[in-house]
């Protein structure tokens, strides 16, 4: 683990296995000066970027790290045939960030990211809407209604759909808002220019959504039109724009802060979206139970309440075979209890994060460690095998980050890139 030369750096997991080894080393683009090495092994699905300048904690590391990869990722896709990308940083697979602190020593965090089963999560909210159906008599239960007529709209929100990487869906999710706001208020012909257009056509059609109410308290001004036209100027034309010195927003994540606001702007054109389809396409989509933002923090507020706790372990077994139902350490492995608590500087609008620490120096520390466990009030809830060993040699703490999150069923909301 210590290596004097790159004191901070990550391990990312790719899409597919490596068909040759990498080492490439990155220069800064102003001063031609050596800034990280990235290292690949052929027929292993992961790079290291080992960073050649120290970093001040977690967040610092993990962008600079990730900046380095994804602009490697870029010229080799250029100069080979291969088209590499990144798995999902807050999906399945975990990703490994290191770095040095004053305070700490050598840090190691580990964060794995799973998703709540939607059913599992909304089964309370189903069973009340079934109860309140099943009073209803038949023949006041209104037909499901007929698809309507085809709008080239559709075609964007199906891309937008479709799309892993944020950026891209983005796009077409603003492009399917554009086109059934010209369906309603025809651009050609109007005599304005797109941003008067835009407002003009915002100012004839969002007041009549259902999504008005909730824009309107987001926006600084009180204006649900103010709250949209913000996210043309913030959001839509640095994703759409490439020139040098606009601040444009380059594809497949790099920022955190800026992935996350990114989201949940996509999030609120896709309700809008929906809203105007509804009212001018007769694109009435009904779905089953979702959960609102509230919703989600009081069931995981109660699921999670102030009992979880987070275990490191030397067992190498599966998951099904190293936990059961009833016991945290069925085959008598070496585990150790770290000290957890909730992260919610780490967690976005359906996300529940847990973090645990340990010094791997203590007595009875546990080393290599090759999983995980979960536990709440005493009781297994979920654990992982990693996908290779932690070796502890040399580490001062050792972080592990394990984060649940719920995706809309009628909704894409989140991305892998």
């Not at 606001?261 to 896709?270: C, G, I, P, Y």
Request: proline letters at 6%; hydrophobic letters at 40%.
């Amino acid at each position: 683990m210590r290596d004097d030369d790159h004191r901070a750096g990550a391990v990312f997991w790719l899409s597919e296995p490596l068909t040759q080894p990498w080492d490439v080393n990155l220069q800064d683009d102003a001063t031609g000066r050596r800034v990280a090495q990235i290292v690949g092994f052929q027929g292993r699905p992961h790079l290291v970027v080992r960073l050649c300048d120290s970093a001040s904690g977690y967040a610092a590391a993990r962008r600079a790290s990730l900046r380095a990869v994804q602009r490697v990722l870029d010229v080799l896709s250029v100069v080979s045939p291969s088209h590499l990308q990144l798995r999902a940083l807050r999906g399945e697979q975990e990703h490994l960030v290191w770095w040095e602190s004053k305070e700490l020593g050598h840090v190691l965090r580990c964060t794995v990211h799973g998703y709540l089963d939607h059913e599992m999560v909304t089964a309370p909210l189903q069973r009340m809407a079934e109860q309140v159906r099943a009073a209803i008599p038949p023949e006041l239960i209104a037909p499901a209604p007929k698809p309507p007529d085809w709008h080239p709209s559709f075609r964007y929100f199906r891309a937008a759909q479709c799309s892993d990487d944020l950026a891209n869906a983005f796009r077409n999710m603003y492009l399917a808002l554009e086109s059934v706001l010209d369906a309603v208020v025809p651009k050609a012909g109007s005599g304005l220019d797109e941003r008067h257009w835009l407002k003009a056509a915002l100012e004839a059609t969002v007041p009549s959504c259902q999504v008005a109410e909730r824009f309107a308290t987001r926006s600084a001004s009180g204006s649900a039109v103010d709250f949209v036209i913000s996210i043309y100027q913030d959001k839509r034309l640095p994703t759409f724009h490439s020139k040098a010195g606009a601040g444009s927003r380059l594809p497949f994540v790099e920022d955190d802060e800026r992935h996350g606001e990114l989201e949940q702007a996509f999030t609120d054109l896709s309700d809008l979206y929906l809203d105007l389809a509804r009212i001018h396409l007769g694109a009435d989509r009904r779905v089953g139970t979702i959960l609102a933002r509230g919703g989600w923090d009081l069931l995981t507020s109660n699921l999670f309440l102030g009992a979880t706790d987070l275990y490191v372990t030397t067992d190498d077994a599966p998951i099904e075979d190293r936990v059961d139902d009833t016991e945290l350490n069925p085959r008598n492995a070496a585990v150790h209890l770290m000290r957890t608590r909730n992260a919610t500087r780490l967690e976005g609008p359906f996300d529940r994060v847990f973090i645990g620490k340990s010094r791997p120096g203590d007595a009875g520390h546990p080393t290599p460690v090759h999983g995980w466990t979960v536990s709440v009030r005493g009781e297994p809830f979920s654990g992982g095998t990693f996908e290779a060993p932690l070796h502890l040699d040399g580490v001062d703490q050792l972080q592990l980050v394990v984060g649940y999150s719920y995706q809309r069923p009628d909704l894409r909301a989140t991305f892998k890139s």
